[in-house]
């Protein structure tokens, strides 16, 4: 590491128009060598080579370049958020109960009990709205013990969730959320162009409103008419290439979600005139589920119901139903992974290079 002090002068040969005539070098600190990654070839290395020495990998300058966009993108959500009438919070990431059922929970030593870090914030926002906060987000670290070796999952990633109280419908929610990704991408796209910064040009500017789309019609596309299987990674791929070819969009949204696939998902509204769906929504891009959302059940009965039928017992959500108990206005929000966005707005292989220090079910260090 050095030092140059010198002029700086103007040169049509150099790649940035300008150049530095050293006047003094001074060593700051001595490297040792060979280095165990190159930070200027050309020819790249692997990926487990540049996460095993992650901060010689950060150096390079396509790589703070993803960063830079990330810290656009973070920016211009809290904008959006904010000028919605969003309140930004924080909530526990020490829980004594999951919000989706214990298989992906990582449970940890607490004191003389058992905790579990938070998989996501959604009863915490419930409760805040059932407080009169009305408009919540937050921003802020999840963790899955899904024993994932995908090119889209990770063990810790970063949720940005948000709850609206007082809703009319679920499109009160999908409009929201529609607006507030269209405002941050371009609001991220004027960051990044002042920055000179390369991907500001990779963030499109999304046609409204985005396309909706049922369940239903994707499994018929898909050639599985009536099937109340998730959906994989290659149908949302085959759904997203479709709805690019032929609706021209890279956003949109597959709604009613049927309650087989969201059994789990106990605070999730199932729909009056037909129980067998809900008011919940995936927000798709270019293929890749980045958001999921919808209605919220608000109705005390109908909650404790369908926690029970997801196998669960209310005597384990005492604070969480306290909240329905003295009154909870109809409400939903959504949840949506951070790291996604930006693996797919870089063009990033692997949503390992969208975190600074990726966690997977192998990767404790860096």
């Known amino acids: 590491m050095v030092s140059v002090e010198g002029k700086v002068n103007r040169s049509e040969r150099a790649n940035r128009g300008v150049e530095l005539l050293p006047s003094a070098v001074t060593v700051i600190a001595r490297a040792e060598v060979p280095l165990p990654l190159g930070v200027v070839d050309k020819v790249g290395a692997d990926l487990d080579t540049r996460l095993n020495h992650r901060v010689l990998d950060l150096r390079k300058p396509a790589v703070r370049a993803v960063f830079e966009m990330r810290t656009s993108l973070l920016a211009g959500f809290r904008a959006a958020f904010l000028a919605r009438g969003f309140l930004e919070v924080d909530t526990p990431k020490l829980l004594r109960q999951g919000a989706e059922g214990g298989a992906t929970l990582f449970s940890v030593d607490y004191f003389d009990g ?29 963790f899955r013990a899904e024993p994932s070796d995908t090119f889209r999952h990770l063990t810790e990633f ?13 499109e009160d929610v999908r409009a929201a959320l529609e607006g507030i990704v269209v405002d941050t991408f371009a609001a991220a796209r004027r960051d990044l162009e002042a920055r000179a910064n390369p991907l500001a040009a990779r963030i499109p500017t999304p046609k409204t409103p985005f396309p909706r789309l049922p369940f239903a019609t994707c499994v018929e596309w898909l050639g599985r008419p009536g099937s109340e299987d998730d959906l994989g990674t290659e149908d949302e791929k085959a759904v997203g290439e479709r709805i690019g070819r032929e609706l021209g969009a890279e956003l949109y949204f597959i709604t009613d979600y049927p309650t087989a696939i969201k059994a789990g998902t106990f605070y999730a509204q199932r729909q009056d005139a037909n129980p067998r769906l809900t008011n919940y929504f995936d927000l798709g891009f270019r293929g890749l589920e980045i ?58 292989s692997n949503i390992r290079e969208a975190r600074l220090f990726p966690r997977d079910r192998y990767r404790l260090d860096p």
């Open 114 to 142: 058992k905790a579990y870090l938070a998989q996501s914030p959604q009863l915490y926002k419930q409760m805040l709205i059932g407080a009169g906060f009305e408009r919540v987000f937050e921003i802020a670290p999840a």
């Open 158 to 170: 970063s949720s940005l969730d948000a709850e609206m109280g007082f809703i009319d419908s679920v």
């Open 291 to 348: 958001a999921s959302g919808g209605a919220r059940e608000h109705r005390l009965d109908h909650l404790t119901a369908n926690i029970a039928a997801a196998g669960l017992t209310p005597e384990k959500f005492p604070g969480y139903l306290e909240a329905f108990r003295f009154g909870m206005p109809p409400h939903g929000g959504w949840g949506l992974g951070v790291d996604r966005v930006v693996q797919m707005l870089a063009g990033l």
